[in-house]
């Protein structure tokens, strides 16, 4: 699926959670700060922020993390790994070329812009920048979805076999409509 979101956002959503994406608009430098030392990752024009929230939760939260970093290129904190904070977070921030949705690493814990915590529902999507439009797609099919306001895919149980499909939600939305309504997911 190949999406051109412009200057809105991009919501894919489940059932109980959420990834909210933005293109960056200009060149900025994205400081990682980690326990031992500070990162700098370069994140270009046309490049993703995306925000996830595993749990769910208002899109104005996610809405206002996406901004903090793509308008005013927050640095982010990542966590030791063991850190009791890493439970609390409700949502996630990562920015680059690509990102991988994973339900099996912990949140806020790393620093590789190239990942994010996600829940098992929306586990493996894969996104790609291609400047003004954005891939997604299921790395558990190998396959890009068709364009389509929703996103039929299959995934893998436990035991390698295909389960049901799961039913997931993509759509554009602009800033305006997430920052007037209070939508909770």
């Known amino acids: 699926m190949k999406i051109s979101p412009g200057g809105d956002y991009i919501l894919i959503k489940g059932k109980n959670s959420f990834l909210l994406l933005g293109i960056a608009d200009e060149l900025f430098t994205l400081f990682i700060e980690t326990e031992k030392k500070e990162l700098c990752q370069t994140v270009r024009k046309g490049e993703i922020v995306a925000v996830s ?5 208002d899109l104005r939260h996610a809405a206002m993390l996406l901004e903090l970093v793509r308008t005013y290129h927050q640095p982010l904190v990542v966590l030791k790994k063991g850190h ?3 439970k609390r977070l409700k949502m996630v921030v990562s920015a ?5 949705m994973k339900c099996d690493i912990l949140r ?8 994010i915590c996600s829940s098992d529902e929306l586990s493996d999507i894969y996104i790609e920048s291609l400047g003004d439009e954005v891939i997604i797609k299921s790395t ?3 396959e890009a979805s068709e364009p389509t306001e929703s996103i039929e ?3 893998q149980s436990d035991h390698g076999k295909k389960s049901d499909c799961k039913i997931i939600d993509c759509k554009i939305i602009s800033p305006e409509d997430v920052f007037t309504s209070e939508t909770i997911i």
């Not at 806020?108 to 990942?115: A, I, L, N, S, W």
């Open 96 to 100: 680059g070329s690509k990102v991988v």
């Open 53 to 57: 929230a595993p749990e769910g939760g």
């Open 108 to 115: 806020g814990t790393h620093p590789e812009q190239d990942v």
């Open 153 to 155: 895919r299959k995934v």
């Open 84 to 86: 009791p904070c890493s």
């Open 140 to 142: 558990a099919s190998g």
